[in-house]
């Protein structure tokens, strides 16, 4: 198993970055894949972006693609997700997960999840 603690998460400004981490223990990190996703209030959670166990692929939903960059250290077993250029509709729980089967953009194919961290864009 792996536990997952996601930081980094608060109040900023239309247009401004903010860097998520997420923080693993327990089983090799680099056994897992990693994902994020977000939920917004009255919404579904939906896939943000998701990288493969070496760092080497990463895949980003339409919405924050060439905005948002997910990222993993396995030497800190850390992974992190740059936000840039932030938009009212990115405002979320944002939750980092990882998973060891199927690597897809569905959460079903995690298995371990963080608490989530909330991020509020405003004016």
């Known amino acids: 198993q792996v536990q997952l603690v996601e930081s980094g998460g608060g109040l900023v400004q239309l247009g401004d970055s903010l860097r998520l981490s997420c923080a693993a223990s327990?089983?090799?990190?680099?056994?897992?894949?990693m994902g994020w996703f977000r939920q917004a209030p009255g919404k579904e959670r939906e896939f943000v972006a998701r990288?493969?166990?070496?760092?080497?692929?990463?895949y980003y939903a339409d919405s924050v693609k060439g905005r948002f960059t997910i990222s993993r250290d396995n030497a800190k077993n850390t992974g992190n997700l740059q936000m840039n250029s932030l938009k009212f509709e990115d405002t979320a729980v944002y939750y980092c997960?990882?998973?060891?089967?199927?690597?897809?953009?569905?959460?079903?194919?995690?298995?371990?999840w963080g608490q989530g961290t909330q991020v509020t864009v405003s004016s």
């Open positions: 327990g089983r090799t990190f680099s056994s897992y894949y």
């Open positions: 997960a990882a998973g060891s089967y199927y690597f897809t953009d569905s959460a079903s194919s995690y298995d371990y």
């Open positions: 990288i493969n166990r070496s760092g080497s692929v990463t």
